[in-house]
C-alpha cells in the first residue's frame, strides 16, 4: 500500500504550520492535522473538550462513530517544546489519510488544550510521525500511524515535500522520483532518543563557499516552524545582517525587515542545502511592524538542535524507518 496527501499552511502570509487532511471512524469525520516528525501522539480535538476551548476547530466526536472503541482506564498528556499542552482520554478507530487506511488506530481525544492549541483555529489535533516509544498514553504507550501501517507500505518509508507558502506533499510508503532531483543522500538515525535525529556535518552563512566542516547534532521536526542552532552558528549568520539583535523582548533575533539577508547553507554528508534568505526574512514581529523575526533562532535553551520547516522546504526529506532507520535529503 501507499498513502499521498498534501501539507497545506495554516497561514496565507507564514508558514507556522502544515495541516493535512484525514478522516476518523464511520461514517467518516474529516480533521486538518498537523503531522509531526517531532512527536508520536495522534491527538485530536473533540466532543470531550468544553465549548469555551474550542475556536473553530473541527472536533471528532466518537459517540457517532459506529466503529469507536474506548481504550478503558487509559490517559494522556503532553507538552510540547514551545510550552504548548493537550491531555485526555484514548479510542482506537478507524483511521484514513491519503488512500491509506489503518482499522484500530489509537486516537487520543482531546478533554483539555493550552491556549496557544485553541488560538490555532485551523489546526484540529497532530498525527505524531516520531518514534512510537515518545508516546505518552498510559498505562499502555499506543503505536503511531505509521508504525501501525508500516507492514502494509511497498516500503517502510515516508517523505516530506514541504513547500513555501504553498501546497506540499507527504507520501507513504513509496519516494516519488519526481518529487527531487538528482540522488538522495542517507545519514543514520539514532531512533533511542524517539525523534528523526541525524547530524548535519556543517553549514555555511550564505552559499557554501566559506563551509565550516563542524558536526550539528538535531532533529528533523515538521511541527516546529522555524530552525534552531547553536549560539556560534546564529552569531555567525547574524553577523552579517544590518541591524540585527538577540532581543529578549520578542524572544529570539529580529532584524529590520528591509535588511539584506544572506542565506544559510547546512551540509549533510557530501550534500549542501541551501535556505533562501526569504524563509530566514520570517515574520513580522507584530502585524504591519518594520522589526522581523528570524527563521534561523538559538537552542542554546532546548539542548537539541532543531531543523523546522524552515529548513526542511528547503529539500525533499525521506524518514526511512527500515533498521537501522535512516533519513534523506534531496534537492529539489
Ligand atoms: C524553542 C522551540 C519552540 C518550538 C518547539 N516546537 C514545538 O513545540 C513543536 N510543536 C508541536 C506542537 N506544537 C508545537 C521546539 C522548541
Known amino acids: 500500500a501507499t498513502g499521498s496527501a498534501p501539507a497545506v499552511p495554516i497561514d496565507e502570509r507564514f508558514d507556522i504550520a502544515y495541516v493535512t487532511p484525514v478522516t476518523i471512524g464511520t461514517p467518516p469525520q474529516t480533521l486538518m492535522l498537523d503531522f509531526d516528525t517531532g512527536s508520536s501522539d495522534l491527538w485530536v480535538f473533540s466532543s470531550h473538550m468544553p465549548p469555551f476551548q474550542v475556536r473553530g476547530q473541527e472536533i471528532y466526536t466518537p459517540d457517532e462513530s459506529s466503529t469507536a472503541r474506548l481504550l478503558e482506564g487509559h490517559t494522556w498528556s503532553i507538552m510540547y517544546g ?8 484514548v479510542y482506537v478507530d478507524t483511521f484514513a489519510v491519503g488512500g491509506l487506511t489503518v482499522l484500530n488506530q489509537a486516537v487520543q481525544t482531546a478533554q483539555q488544550v493550552s491556549a496557544s492549541f485553541t488560538s490555532a483555529t485551523n489546526i484540529d489535533g497532530l498525527v505524531g510521525l516520531g518514534f512510537s ?17 508500516k507492514a502494509s507500505l511497498d516500503n517502510p518509508v515516508f517523505t516530506a515535500d514541504l ?41 555555511a552563512v ?41 532581543s529578549r523582548s520578542y524572544g529570539g533575533y529580529v532584524f529590520p525587515c528591509d535588511s539584506a539577508l544572506p542565506s544559510f547553507t547546512f551540509g549533510v554528508g557530501e550534500e549542501r542545502f541551501t535556505i533562501p534568505a526569504s524563509y530566514i526574512r520570517y515574520a513580522p514581529v507584530t502585524e504591519g511592524s518594520a522589526t522581523c523575526f ?11 538542535n532543531i531543523w523546522g520547516d524552515v529548513a526542511l522546504k528547503a529539500a525533499f526529506v525521506v524518514f526511512d524507518s527500515r533498521s ?9
Open 163 to 203: 513547500k513555501y507558502m504553498a501546497a506540499g506533499t507527504y507520501d507513504f510508503g513509496f519516494i516519488d522520483r519526481a518529487k527531487y532531483t538528482g540522488e538522495i543522500t542517507y545519514v543514520p538515525i539514532d531512533p533511542d532518543p524517539g525523534y528523526w535525529i541525524f547530524t548535519s556535518s556543517g553549514y
Open 324 to 332: 537501522p532507520p535512516r533519513i534523506g535529503w534531496a534537492k529539489k
Open 206 to 246: 550564505g552559499a557554501s563557499s566559506n563551509f565550516s566542516a563542524t558536526p550539528i547534532i538535531g532533529i528533523a521536526d515538521t511541527g516546529t516552524s522555524l530552525v534552531y542552532l547553536p549560539t556560534a552558528v546564529l552569531t555567525a549568520y547574524y553577523r552579517q545582517v544590518q541591524g540585527a539583535t538577540n
Open 133 to 149: 516509544t515518545l508516546n505518552t498514553v498510559r498505562p499502555e504507550s499506543q503505536l503511531t500511524f505509521f508504525d501501525n501501517a
Open 82 to 89: 514551545d510550552g504548548s499542552a493537550s491531555r485526555g482520554n
Open 294 to 304: 528570524g527563521g534561523l533562532q538559538s537552542s542554546s535553551e532546548l539542548g537539541i
